[in-house]
């Protein structure tokens, strides 16, 4: 069997490189791109283990000790958890490009009768690989970024009313400007059918949305608690006349009440 060392260098480089390069930019690290390759190059000196006679676990040792070295040459070395963070979105990114790559093979590659598997003979291409790999990056890069703002605003909420404690997953909406026209202050919404019992004499808010106006029932908490913020006191609360349309949110937050 004839192997080309060089072909299999470029490609071990092809896919470091674009995987400190994701490190990079998804933990804003801001890596120098001369440092992200010369932590590529380190990483391509894994392929001379395959010509020594390692077992299984020296091999994955090896490994781990050459990502290291990627990962100082690449980040350097600023703190314990600075550190570990890298090397595990390191794993992380390489595991999730790893398999997609393996399973689009596998499509490729793999002939299916009922439940039996078999070669066809059939490989992607390296080229088209390398080709790929990087689309495949920026569409998971993507998903984590948008991920990662939406999950940023929600929060969990809890507070007793008319003797239900109530512990709910609320989402800061910066579109929620609505408060009191009287004392300024910040008014939450909840939908429908998250409350027990009705709101007997409630409070009248007016608000202003787009191609609409209107008056929201309201009543007062006298305590709220935002996990992560701390307590609030006098808190506003209006009622939507519908349940709120998003994925798990029965609350929304007003920006201001993060405020204080």
Request: net charge positive; hydrophobic share 50%.
């Amino acid at each position: 069997m004839k192997l080309y060392l060089d072909l299999i260098f470029f490609v071990n480089f092809g896919f470091d490189l674009l995987l400190l390069l994701s490190v990079s930019y998804l933990l804003k690290r801001n890596a120098p791109f001369l440092s992200c390759v010369k932590g590529a190059l380190a990483g391509s000196l894994s392929i001379f283990f395959l010509f020594l006679p390692l077992n299984s676990f020296t091999l994955f040792l090896f490994k781990i000790i050459i990502s290291i070295f990627m990962i100082i040459i690449t980040f350097h070395f600023q703190s314990k958890r600075y550190f570990i963070k890298n090397m595990v979105y390191l794993y992380l990114n390489s595991v999730f490009l790893g398999g997609v790559l393996y399973l689009l093979n596998i499509q490729f590659s793999m002939k299916q009768k009922g439940l039996i598997f078999f070669y066809q003979g059939v490989s992607i291409n390296v080229w088209l690989l390398l080709i790929i790999s990087p689309i495949v990056i920026y569409f998971y890069l993507k998903q984590l970024k948008q991920l990662k703002t939406t999950y940023s605003s929600y929060y969990q909420v809890s507070f007793e009313w008319n003797h239900h404690l109530y512990h709910l997953t609320a989402f800061l909406d910066t579109g929620n400007q609505i408060q009191d026209p009287y004392f300024k202050k910040p008014v939450l919404l909840v939908g429908k059918s998250v409350l027990k019992d009705n709101i007997r004499d409630p409070i009248l808010i007016p608000y202003h949305a787009v191609g609409k106006d209107g008056v929201l029932p309201c009543f007062i908490l006298n305590k709220i608690h935002i996990a992560g913020i701390g307590d609030r006191r006098k808190v506003l609360v209006a009622v939507l006349d519908d349940d709120i349309r998003m994925d798990g949110i029965e609350m929304i937050l007003n920006t201001k009440i993060l405020e204080g």
